[in-house]
C-alpha cells in the first residue's frame, strides 16, 4: 500500500524493550475496586444501585447520562459499598462521583445479554446499541464513546475503518500486546466495526517497531480479503487519528472537522477487541490491558486489570517502587498527564501507568527563546508554537486563537524539541483550557441575560393586565354609579310626577 | 410627462426637507458606546458595583472612567470584555476576583415569605408561600440581591466548585527573560 508523507513529528527514544517482551498477565482481584462515574468524555453515567446492595460480575452499576455518555458495569461479583467522591485519576487532585465496590471473590456472573452469533447478518443498529450498552469507550485514551463514532455511517458515507494500532507513545506496548496475543478477537472487532459502519474496507496500521504485532495481525487478516495491515514508519505521533489518516489516505483533516469528513472513521485495537467480546459473547467493557512502566517500576509488566483498581495496587504487583518515582504518569511520557498520587482508580482511558525516575524527566529551567525554529519544523500540525506561545505569555488568548491554538493536538513535540526548554505544550493547554473556560462564562451570561429579559417583560406584563384590570373595574364602578344615579333620577321624577 | 417629473420632485424634495428637520427637531441624545457597554453587562440591576444599576454603571464606564472590575456577578470576563472594548487596561491584579458565587437557602431557616423571589431577576428561585423557597443552581448568577432581603438569614452566598469538568491547567510560571 501506497503510504503518504506526515508533516514534522520526533523520533523519542522509544523505550518499549523493558515490557514489549511481557505477555499479558491478568491482575489478581484487588480487595476494593473504585469506579467513577465519570470514566468517558460526556455526561457522567448516572447509578442504579444503592450502597449495601450485592452486584454480579458483568451488572450495570450505572446507566449513560446523556446522548454522549456510556454506562459502567460491575468488574466481578461483590457488595456495593458507598457511592461517594474519590480521588480522580487527573492532573488536578480533584474528586469525583465514584461507585466503591468489595468484590467477594466469587466471580459470578450476571445474566449477559445474548451473543450474537451472526453479526454480519445483524442489523448494525443493533450491533451499535450493543456496543453502547456495553460500556465500551475509546481505549486509546481518549474514552470517546465508540457507539457515537460508529453511528457515522449513518450520517456519512465512510469507506475505511482505521484501526489504530500505530501505539506511538514511548513506553507503552499494551496495544502491541493485544495485537500480538489477541489478533484473531481484534480482527473479528474490527469486522463488526466495518460491518456497523457500512465500510467496505478496513486498514489496520501499525509502526513498523512492532514487527511481531505487524506479522500476529497480518495473519490473522489474511483469510479476509478487506483486511490489510499496513506498517507505517516510526514517527511520533503516529497515533494521533488525525495523522494516521493522513499517512494511510493522503489527506489532511481541515481544522474542527472530523477524519470521518474524509470517509475514515478510526478505533484503537482494544477498543475492537472489546467490540469482540461484547458482541460474541454479550460481555460488557469490564477489564481493559495496562502497562506499567518507568525506571523506578522494579518489574515493569503488561497487566490485565479490572476496572476500577487502585494504581497502587498495580504497582504492588509490579514488585513496587526501586526508588521515590520524580513523577507518576498516566499515559505516555509524551501526551499523559501526571497523577497526584497512586491511590487514584485505573478507569478505561488509563493506557498506562510510568513511575519516571528523576533522569528520564526533562526538568531544566526554561532558558530564553533562541529563535531557532525547530518547533515550527517538527509541529505535525502546522503551527507556529514559538507564536502562539509568546501571545499567550503575555495573555493575548484571542491572537493565539486566530494563530491556532485551538488545533494543536497537545503531542508535546514542540515541549521535547525546544533547546532552550520553553514549556510550549504547557502554554498551549492553558490556553485551550482559559479560551475554552471564557466561552462557557459568556454562555452562562447569554442564558442569564435571555432570563432576566423574559422576567422583565413578564413583570411588565402583569403589571399592565394589572392596570388595565383596575382600569376596567373603575371604568365598571363609575358606570355602575352613574346606572344607579340615573335610576333613582328616574323614580325621583316618578316620585315627584305621581 | 413634465407635470409627473415636476410634481414628483415637489413631493420628494417636500419629504426629505420633513424628515431633515423632524430629525434635527426630535433628536434624542444617545450614546452609543453606552448602549453597547450596557449590552455587556448582566442586566440584574443588583448595585453591586456601588452604582444603583447596569445602566448607570455603563454611564460611569463611558464619561467618568469608573473601573472595570465593578461587576461581581460578570467576573473576570465581563471585566476583560469592558476592558477590551474601552481600550484600557484591566487592572486584575488588584480585583479581588471572588470567582463565581450561587445562593444555596437554607430550609431549616426559611420562612416562605416570596421576598427573594420577588427579588431575582433570573426566575432562578421556586416556592410559594409558607412553603420552603430553592434555588436553582443553573440559573443563578449570584447578584446576591435575595441574599441581603432576606429576613432570617438562610441564604448564604456559595462559590461554584471547581470541577473536573471546568479544571484547567494555569499558566506556567517562567522567567520574564523567556521569549
Known sequence: ?498 | MLLDVGSLTVIGVTLGGLLGVAAKLLHVEEDPIEHELLGMLPGSQCGQCGYVGCGQYAHALAHEHAPVTLCAPGGKTTAETLAKRLGVKADLSEHEDKGPEYAVIDEDLCIGCLRCIGECTSDAIVGSVKHVHTVIADQCHGCAKCFKICPTEAIHMCKVPVTLGTWHWDKPHTDAATH
Open chain 1, 1 to 498: 500500500m501506497k503510504l503518504f508523507p506526515v508533516r514534522g513529528g520526533i523520533h523519542p527514544e522509544y523505550r518499549k524493550d523493558a515490557t514489549s517482551e511481557a505477555a499479558i498477565t491478568p491482575l489478581p482481584l484487588p480487595t476494593a475496586l473504585y469506579l467513577p462515574l465519570q470514566q468517558h468524555i460526556g455526561a457522567p453515567a448516572e447509578p442504579v444501585v444503592e450502597a449495601g446492595q450485592r452486584v454480579l460480575k458483568g451488572q450495570l452499576l450505572a446507566h449513560a447520562g446523556g446522548s454522549v455518555s456510556a454506562p459502567t458495569h460491575a468488574p466481578t461479583s461483590g457488595v456495593v459499598e458507598a457511592i461517594t467522591e474519590v480521588a480522580a485519576p487527573h492532573p488536578s487532585g480533584l474528586t469525583q462521583k465514584t461507585i466503591v465496590l468489595l468484590p467477594d471473590g466469587r466471580e459470578e456472573w450476571a445474566e449477559l445479554p445474548a451473543p450474537i452469533a451472526d453479526p454480519f447478518a445483524t442489523a448494525p443498529e443493533i450491533l451499535r446499541r450493543r456496543v453502547a450498552e456495553s460500556g465500551i469507550v475509546g481505549l486509546g485514551g481518549a474514552t470517546f464513546p465508540s457507539a457515537i463514532k460508529l453511528s457515522l455511517g449513518t450520517q456519512k458515507k465512510i469507506d475505511t475503518l482505521l484501526l489504530n494500532g500505530a501505539e506511538c507513545e514511548p513506553y507503552l506496548t499494551c496495544d502491541d500486546r493485544v495485537m500480538r496475543e489477541h489478533a484473531a478477537e481484534v480482527v473479528d472487532g474490527a469486522r463488526i466495526m466495518a460491518h456497523i459502519l457500512g465500510a467496505p474496507k478496513v486498514v489496520v496500521g501499525i509502526e513498523a517497531n512492532k514487527p511481531a504485532a505487524i506479522a500476529a495481525m497480518t495473519d490473522a487478516a489474511k483469510q479476509f480479503g478487506n483486511v490489510e495491515v499496513v506498517p507505517v514508519p516510526v514517527q511520533y505521533p503516529m497515533g494521533s487519528e488525525r495523522h494516521l489518516t493522513q499517512a494511510i489516505t493522503g489527506l489532511e483533516t481541515p481544522a474542527r472537522k472530523l477524519t470521518a469528513d474524509l470517509g475514515v472513521v478510526v478505533h484503537n485495537v482494544g477498543t475492537a477487541r472489546a467490540v469482540h467480546h461484547a458482541v460474541r459473547f454479550g460481555r460488557p467493557l469490564l477489564s481493559r490491558v495496562v502497562t506499567v512502566s518507568g525506571g523506578a517500576v522494579a518489574k515493569p509488566a503488561n497487566l490485565e486489570v479490572p476496572l476500577g483498581t487502585l494504581v497502587s495496587d498495580l504497582v504492588a504487583f509490579c514488585g513496587g517502587l526501586t526508588q521515590p518515582p520524580r513523577r507518576i504518569v498516566n499515559g505516555g511520557p509524551m501526551m499523559g498527564q501526571p497523577l497526584p498520587g497512586l491511590e487514584v482508580p485505573v478507569v478505561k482511558g488509563t493506557c498506562g501507568i510510568l513511575a519516571l525516575t528523576a533522569g528520564e524527566c526533562d526538568e531544566q529551567p526554561p532558558g530564553p527563546c533562541i529563535r531557532c525554529g525547530t518547533c515550527v519544523t517538527i509541529c505535525p500540525c502546522g503551527l507556529v508554537p514559538v507564536e502562539m506561545a509568546a501571545y499567550i505569555r503575555h495573555d493575548k488568548l484571542d491572537a493565539a486563537a486566530k494563530v491556532g491554538v485551538m488545533d494543536c493536538v497537545s503531542c508535546g513535540s514542540c515541549s521535547y524539541v525546544c533547546p532552550s526548554h520553553i514549556p510550549l505544550v504547557h502554554y498551549f493547554n492553558y490556553a485551550k483550557g482559559a479560551i475554552t473556560a471564557a466561552d462557557r462564562d459568556r454562555r452562562k451570561q447569554d442564558s442569564t441575560k435571555a432570563l432576566i429579559e423574559a422576567h422583565n417583560d413578564r413583570v411588565e406584563k402583569a403589571l399592565a393586565a394589572k392596570k388595565a384590570a383596575a382600569a376596567a373595574a373603575a371604568a365598571k364602578r363609575a358606570a355602575e354609579a352613574a346606572a344607579a344615579q340615573a335610576s333613582s333620577e328616574t323614580s325621583a321624577d316618578k316620585q315627584g310626577n305621581p
